[in-house]
């Protein structure tokens, strides 16, 4: 199993940044593919940004340029540098593990795919 701990979510002002992070631990030694999804109200999960053998990443259009995805292996966490917020960034943001073994699947950001989630961590982005 592979657990997640997210944190550093906030409330901002459009323009602004936040960093979140996501602790991971476990059976780790499985896992090839990061990802980060948010769910903003009345709203499907989208898949944000993923990371692929800790050095591979891909956005999605929406936040392509302003956000950021990194995997630091010596302490186990991923983080998703967040700037230019807008207040359609505005969501629960989660951390999930994916045991993918191509970039080209954890490209696809489906959240299928992933088998492990964090609790979540909430963004407010106010205009």
């Known amino acids: 199993q592979v657990q997640m701990v997210e944190s550093g979510g906030g409330s901002v002002q459009a323009g602004g940044s936040l960093r979140l992070s996501c602790v991971v631990s476990?059976?780790?030694?499985?896992?090839?593919?990061m990802g980060w999804f948010r769910q903003a109200p009345g709203k499907e999960r989208e898949g944000v940004a993923t990371?692929?053998?800790?050095?591979?990443?891909s956005y999605a259009d929406s936040v392509l340029g302003r956000f950021t995805i990194s995997h630091d292996n010596n302490k186990d966490t991923v983080f998703l540098q967040m700037n230019s917020l807008k207040p359609e960034d505005t969501a629960m943001y989660y951390c999930?593990?994916?045991?993918?073994?191509?970039?080209?699947?954890?490209?696809?950001?489906?959240?299928?795919?992933?088998?492990?989630w964090g609790q979540g961590t909430q963004v407010t982005v106010s205009s």
């Open positions: 999930a593990a994916s045991r993918v073994n191509r970039f080209l699947e954890c490209s696809n950001r489906r959240e299928s795919d992933f088998r492990n």
């Open positions: 990371i692929y053998n800790a050095g591979n990443p």
């Open positions: 476990g059976d780790t030694l499985s896992v090839n593919c």
